[in-house]
């Protein structure tokens, strides 16, 4: 079974960067599109930035110019750079990927949501 695998978390001040990826097992449709999402702890699960199959990214209002998806479809492999990080950065990152073709990125992470396939996770933590 193909299994979506983050890394790259840690521990970072304030106005530092980290890098994450998440590596695809094996190649797979449902890695042709493909997104990050976070939750800290007591607060709901948030869409951080998604990419579909041409390439097209979008991000949320909070990471926007801070964070940059892109994907390396011959590693099968989907990153997230993060630069000017913030304590409210703070989260367990999270990948997920699905197939198929989506007329905006609004219904790309709703599907990503309802029938993606999803890694375990990687946590970020962001001091001041």
């Known amino acids: 079974q193909v299994q979506l695998v983050e890394s790259g978390g840690g521990s970072v001040q304030a106005g530092g960067s980290l890098r994450l990826s998440c590596a695809a097992s094996?190649?797979?449709?449902?890695?042709?599109?493909m997104g990050w999402f976070r939750q800290a702890p007591g607060k709901e699960r948030e869409g951080v930035a998604t990419?579909?199959?041409?390439?097209?990214?979008s991000y949320a209002d909070s990471v926007k110019g801070r964070f940059t998806i892109s994907k390396d479809n011959a590693k099968n492999t989907l990153y997230l750079q993060m630069n000017s990080l913030k304590p409210e950065d703070t989260a367990m990152y999270y990948c997920a990927g699905v197939r198929g073709y989506y007329i905006d990125h609004n219904a790309l992470s709703s599907a990503l949501v309802a029938f993606g396939l999803w890694g375990q996770g990687t946590q970020v933590t962001v001091s001041s």
């Open positions: 094996e190649y797979t449709a449902d890695s042709d599109n």
């Open positions: 990419i579909d199959r041409d390439g097209s990214a």
